[in-house]
């Protein structure tokens, strides 16, 4: 189904994102074959001039890529009303194989901009360009993530056929045992709404000890346990606080949220949730950095910071899920 | 690491940089913001026709069940209501006398169309859509809004219409459809079930179509494949499919478009790219000095990147204002005819954009980031001008 205006945005979004990867991924091959700081040739120059262009390239190819990801999720909602059967962005994305990889793959991709940014904020913190060829080969990695998101859009819009029957939320994320187009099976809901808040204890507890001292353990811990804590966060807005904030106990739906009925709320409930995700993983990552090129005060200074967002956006990102649920256990209803 | 306050005086710098070269820069934001104002009044205009025939169709029956023969649609005899009184679930069975009236002074087509109100469970509710007037007792007819004004005159009490048989038959003003409905009823006449019989001269015991009512919305699939199994000569349609269909044809056509906008978009793309990279001398002088008084290359391209910002949201909400202004009040005449069908009586439809993020995001996508993305090598070019161009 290209020939629609959300089919056609999304497929100009990535590929100009991917020409934008390409052409820093040139510079990253060339950067990597010939890179010598002691030379004052035109080359290293010419080299030096282009690293600037490779590091804006990237930073636009995230912004594209975080808009590419909102506007998949938005164009899934609308293609929803024309597959029929399907009544929802969930629908609409499991109408073939593709759409659910092409989701992850574009969150995934998010992420890799991000860290990629992160590590060149650091390398140009330093005259010596210490970070340099591990900058380049991770860029050059990332281009074939970028490709596989691209061929998987491409595929899932292409196989989008407005006749094929799929089943809409109330299927697939219900609770009837035995359906086969069950997503998420019978969680029960007291275990993990107690395993949600828990960890979220957990991680303000970590982030705000880090905040005082960073412990190098501590800190890969506490980026494990953010891992593991997306996942429970994903799981339980399904299962738990969705139906709360539709007030329909059988709508499980992790996307309707996003709509403009519920006030746009999940963009403030992902948009919490997935940026304190990348500072608390991120800080862990910065832990890979050796210490020996001498970019330590650098690192911890963005560790701190990482933890403070980290931190807060958590606590922002628990307040704003839980609101419905709590308002509706202590009022007992929507609260006027 | 990049402080609030540096990047507010570099807006500052972009803005009055922008300023100095206001020929050019109100050049690019006046063929950017007709590119905008184009693809955002197509994506407008099908939305508001969408949602009208959404919110039209929220009264339509849940299924519709039409005889075939041949692979045509004929007319249905009235027998097979009864086949389906052994189906639980089914409110009522209204039938429905439909058909197409050509006027030969106007030549226009015309919808004629005779139910019992009475016998639909939410029948009383069609005097919601009459504007003036009441539901049509015998030899009496509610008019579209269309058809009034063509028919009646506006002020005719009774005029008359021909039989096959050329023979007249007369008929008396009992109202008008009100002007929401016309994507709908603009050329539609509502009469009794007898009177459009007689108009068409069609036998007694038939209709034109079976609607079927169904008390509990979700079991409407359930009955439609009933009621296929039990009349397979007929073809059972859902309210859904219908809304579904007309969605998709909506969708298709506005793709289509864009599709021929798309040209224009890279038209405008390429002499947006044209105008960034042609650095006159002066502006080289500017770079070279900046980068003089201790600007860094990072630093023209943040300057750049905020003149790009810049003159993209002005371009943006300048065509996206026009195109709501072109929607709303100009009734998207430029693009009407390519999403409505092309019949002789258009619907003088009212109407209603609504400003939505998912939309805004759509055409953001679409028209923003292919400009950033076409003057970012360009404006690297200019910031890599060395220190020293401006001595030679």
């Known amino acids: ?254 996307f309707c949220i996003l709509k403009p009925e519920y006030g746009y709320i999940g963009l403030l409930i992902y948009g919490t949730l997935l940026p304190a995700a990348f500072f608390g993983i991120s800080g862990a990552l910065a832990e890979l950095i050796p210490t020996r090129i001498g970019l330590d005060a650098v690192v911890h200074r963005f560790q701190k910071t990482a933890m403070l967002l980290s931190t807060l956006l958590l606590v922002l990102f628990v307040l704003v899920v839980s609101y419905h649920f709590v308002v509706y256990r202590l009022m007992g209803g929507e609260g006027g | 690491m990049i402080s609030f306050a540096r990047q507010l005086n570099l807006i500052d710098y972009s803005l009055s940089s922008l300023w100095r070269r206001r020929g050019k820069s109100l050049g690019v934001m006046v063929v950017f913001a007709g590119v905008i104002f184009l693809l955002a009044s197509f994506q407008m205009t099908t939305r508001a026709l969408t949602d009208a025939a959404a919110d039209l169709l929220a009264y339509a029956p849940e299924i519709t069940i039409q005889k075939m023969t041949a692979g045509r649609q004929e007319s249905i005899p009235l027998e097979y209501q009864e086949k389906l009184s052994s189906i639980w679930g089914i409110r009522a069975i209204t039938p429905r006398v439909w058909g197409y009236y050509f006027n030969e002074i106007s030549g226009a087509n015309y919808t004629i169309l005779g139910l019992d109100p009475h016998s639909m469970p939410l029948g009383d509710q069609l005097g919601q859509a009459i504007d003036t007037g009441a539901l049509p007792e015998a030899h009496e007819v509610v008019l579209g809004q269309g058809v009034n004004a063509e028919v009646a005159g506006g002020d005719k009490s009774i005029f008359s219409l021909f039989r096959p048989d050329l023979s007249l038959k007369a008929f008396a003003l009992a109202g008008t459809f009100k002007a929401e409905t016309n994507l709908l009823t603009y050329d539609t006449l509502f009469m009794n079930l007898d009177d459009a019989r007689d108009l068409f001269a069609m036998a007694e015991d038939m209709a034109t179509d079976l609607c079927v009512t169904v008390a509990n919305p979700s079991e409407v699939s359930t009955i439609a494949k009933k009621i296929a199994a039990l009349l397979p000569d007929t073809r059972v349609v859902t309210r859904q499919q219908v809304q579904k269909t007309y969605q998709a044809v909506f969708g298709w056509r506005s793709g289509f478009a864009s599709i021929c906008l798309l040209t224009a978009l890279a038209s405008f793309i390429i002499f947006a790219w044209d105008k960034a990279s042609g650095l006159t001398p002066e502006e080289r002088k500017e770079i070279s000095v900046l980068k003089i008084i201790g600007w860094q290359t990072s630093d023209v391209l943040v300057l750049r990147f905020w003149e790009g910002v810049i003159v993209s949201l002005v371009s943006f909400v300048v065509g996206y204002t026009l195109a709501y202004i072109h929607v709303s009040f100009f009734e998207a005449s430029l693009f009407r005819p390519i999403l409505l069908g092309w019949s002789v009586l258009h619907p003088a439809l009212r109407l209603r954009p609504s400003v939505e993020l998912g939309e805004t995001l759509l055409i953001l996508c679409l028209t923003v980031v292919p400009y950033l993305a076409a003057t970012v090598i360009p404006a690297w070019r200019a910031a890599i001008i060395p220190a020293d161009s401006a001595l030679n």
């Open chain 1, 1 to 254: 189904m290209f020939l629609s205006a959300w089919s056609l945005a999304l497929s100009l979004l990535s590929l100009v994102a991917l020409i934008l990867t390409v052409i820093a991924t040139r510079t990253a091959v060339k950067v990597l074959r010939w890179w010598d700081p002691a030379s004052d040739s035109n080359r290293q120059i010419r080299l030096e001039n282009e690293t600037w262009l490779s590091s804006t390239l990237v930073q636009y190819g995230m912004g594209f890529q975080i808009l590419s990801l909102l506007l998949f999720v938005l164009a899934a909602d609308h293609f929803s009303q024309v597959i029929s059967g399907a009544m929802c962005a969930t629908g609409a994305l499991t109408a073939n194989a593709y759409g659910m990889p092409t989701l992850l793959l574009k969150i995934l991709g998010a992420f890799f901009y991000g860290f990629w940014i992160v590590l060149h904020g650091f390398d140009i913190r330093s005259e010596q360009y210490p970070l340099l060829k591990a900058k380049y080969i991770a860029l050059v990695c990332l281009l074939p993530l970028l490709a596989v998101d691209v061929v998987s859009q491409t595929l899932y819009l292409a196989n989008l056929k407005p006749d094929i029957i799929t089943s809409c939320c109330a299927v697939v994320f219900g609770e009837g045992g035995g359906d086969s187009g069950n997503l998420l099976g019978a969680v029960p809901q007291g275990t993990l709404s107690m395993l949600f808040y828990g960890i979220a204890l957990v991680l303000v507890f970590c982030g705000s000890f880090l905040l005082r001292c960073l412990h190098p353990l501590l800190l890969w811990l506490n980026g494990l346990v953010w891992l593991l804590f997306v996942g429970v966060s994903l799981v339980a807005i399904t299962t738990i606080f969705s139906s709360y904030i539709y007030a329909m106990p059988y709508h499980h739906c992790p």
